[in-house]
């Protein structure tokens, strides 16, 4: 069974009035349309679907989970998915078309192919930032990722600073402003052996 098979509705048979339908989402939906940023998922989908003579009227709702990058520590995360849409679909040979709340199916075709409309109803119901619950990211990769330490953002910003046009500094730079650093470190300790020193008298 293809994906879209799984997602069709076979409404020619139906009697005018009520009838619900239940789908299961899976990882194959989303391989099915070569999703970049889905991973993954579990989703049941809801369909109330009205039959009237001219048209049918389906009120939509699905919920569950897929698995994104968290933005964060790009690890996978799992983003709960809730959605809720009315979609009419009207018959017609001339026009084959869908903008998210008409389709237009030929009267022959007989069955309704929702594949489409489930992927992007759950695509659009992501959230704007996908990311885990606080404290829930990869420590490892939050430390490969952002500013390890306050001593290595001064650092950073020094080097900043003093590079307009956002130029690197050359790795000899960081090469003289260790031994500079070193030089001090050597010359405050001398500093405080001298002064302890002097209570024997000596220069
Ligand atoms: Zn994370």
Redo the contacts with the bound molecule.
Sequence with gaps: MNVAERYTIAYKGLKNGLHEFDFEVGAALFEAYESTEIKGGACEVHVSLNRAERMLELHTTIDGAVTVS?D??M?D?DVPVHFAGDLTVKFSDETDEYDGEVMWISPSAGELDLTQYIYESIVLSLPYQR??PEG???PEMLARFHIVSGAEFAAIEARADGNPAGRSVPESEWGKLEALREQLTREVGEAVRTDGSNHDGRK
């Design positions: 968290c964060r520590c690890e995360c990311v885990h829930g990211c990869d």
